[in-house]
Structure formats: structure tokens, C-alpha cells
């Protein structure tokens, strides 16, 4: 109710919102500039031949607009900015513009709120695609996910890495004392054995610059993998 002052009307519907405010968005008239008004939008009065005779340069000296007679008109040379964005409109500006028959503005509903199922949003939340809905969603189940873990207190966003560190714990102990299962035994065997991290290295070319490229590509494949967000290292149960 406290929105509901002033020049505001309602525009009910059970359409599509975003659908009917460019719809309504769509329905704007033109007005002119008149004398006091506060202009919305910068005015630029373009180049050309305006039909007024000579007699009406006056207005345009007095603006400091250049022009010059051309066939027994006059014309003006170059596009002058008029009014600026915030400035008053004064009455020669506003009388040179209705000579030349310029309605600079135009006026037309606004969609101040809009009402839907007892709640109140800006009309900017109809911009908002599923993309960003669900980017907001996906940072908004990160922070869960965040505090979760470091109070440790369960929900279902930690509850993955919750299980996962646990499994990390585990694995961690059996690697070093005698207990064993068989996902640790794998691990156990690579451990034993480094050789088995190695990755043949492609046969080096005839060019000295082909060594140092193998070296290089040997060094990155010894490396262990990161755990992926996807897997959530889920990879180490297969």
C-alpha cells in the first residue's frame, strides 16, 4: 500500500511479466521542450537545412549555433549539442526547437515495482536469465558448503567433502601402519614401486630443442592430478 501514492497505476496480469513490460515499454509519446522542464536526455539539434528564412537567425546567434543561408534558407553547419541531461530548458532553446518542429522528449509508463505472489521486487530481477540464477545458487551452496566444513557441522553441499576428507583419513592410515583393504593395497603397490608413475618418454628427435620438450613432458605426466570439482576425487573408490 505505501507504494500506491502519487501518479501510479496498476497493469494486472497473468502473463508473462518481463513479456508485458516491454510490451508496455513499447507505448511512448513524444513531447516537446518546454521552458523550466529538467530534460531527461541530452538534446542535439543535427546539421541541415532547418526552412526557416533569414529573417529567424537571431535564435540561432543567440545559442551560438553556425549556419550560413542556403537558398534563401537557413542551414546549419554542424550537430550542436543543445541541452545537456539535467540542465532546465530555457525559453530560446525551447523556441528554437518548436520552430524547427523537434520534440526531444517522450514520456511514457514506468515500471516502478512490480507484485507477484505477496512479494514486492524491482523490476530489474525480470533481467535475470537462468544463468545468473543459477551462478547465484551455485555461489550460494559454495558458502554452505564453506561454513559447513569449517565448523563441521553436516548439510548436504558438504556432506560429498565430508565423506571424501574422511576417506582421505583412512587411506592416510593404512598407507602408514600394516592395516590394509583393497583400494590401499593399490595405492600401497604404487608406493612400493615409483617406477609405475613413469610414462614412457616420446624417442627424442634428431634437433637439440626436442629433449628438453620430452623432459618436460615426462615431468608433467609424473605428476599426480588434481581432484577435479566434478569427480570430487571420487576416482580413488573405482
Known amino acids: 500500500m ?9 497493469i494486472f496480469t497473468k502473463g508473462d511479466l518481463k513479456e508485458v513490460r516491454e510490451e508496455v515499454a513499447k507505448y511512448k ?20 537545412n532547418t526552412g526557416l528564412d533569414p529573417s529567424q537567425t537571431s535564435f540561432f546567434q543567440v545559442l ?28 530560446s532553446e525551447s523556441a528554437l526547437l518548436a520552430k524547427l518542429g523537434i520534440r526531444p522528449f517522450s514520456y511514457g509508463l514506468v515500471i516502478t515495482n512490480v507484485y507477484d505472489s505477496g512479494s514486492v521486487f524491482s523490476p530489474e530481477v525480470l533481467d535475470l536469465t ?19 566444513l569449517a565448523i563441521s557441522y ?22 602408514e ?17 615409483p617406477s609405475k608413475f613413469a610414462v614412457a618418454a616420446p624417442v627424442a628427435a634428431d634437433s637439440g630443442a626436442a629433449a628438453p620438450s620430452a623432459a618436460k613432458e615426462e615431468e608433467k ?18
Open 2 to 10: 505505501p507504494l500506491l501514492v502519487g501518479n501510479v497505476g496498476l
Open 221 to 238: 605426466k609424473e605428476e599426480p592430478e588434481e581432484e577435479s570439482d566434478g569427480d570430487l576425487g571420487m576416482s580413488l573408490f573405482d
Open 29 to 48: 509519446v513524444g513531447a516537446p521542450a518546454r521552458v523550466g522542464l529538467v530534460a531527461p536526455v541530452d538534446v542535439v539539434v543535427p546539421p541541415g
Open 177 to 193: 601402519t600394516e592395516y590394509s583393504y583393497p583400494h590401499a593395497d593399490k595405492i600401497k603397490e604404487y608406493l612400493k614401486d
Open 154 to 175: 553436516p548439510t548436504i553441499a558438504a556432506a560429498p567433502h565430508m565423506f571424501l576428507n574422511g576417506y582421505k583419513n583412512v587411506l592416510a592410515v593404512a598407507v
Open 64 to 91: 551560438n549555433i553556425p549556419t550560413k543561408i542556403n537558398k534563401g534558407t537557413v542551414e546549419i553547419i554542424t550537430p550542436v549539442e543543445l541541452i545537456k541531461k539535467g540542465d532546465k530548458v530555457g525559453s
Open 130 to 148: 537462468e544463468d545468473d540464477l543459477m551462478e547465484k545458487f551455485a555461489s550460494g551452496v559454495s558458502m554452505v558448503a564453506s561454513v559447513s
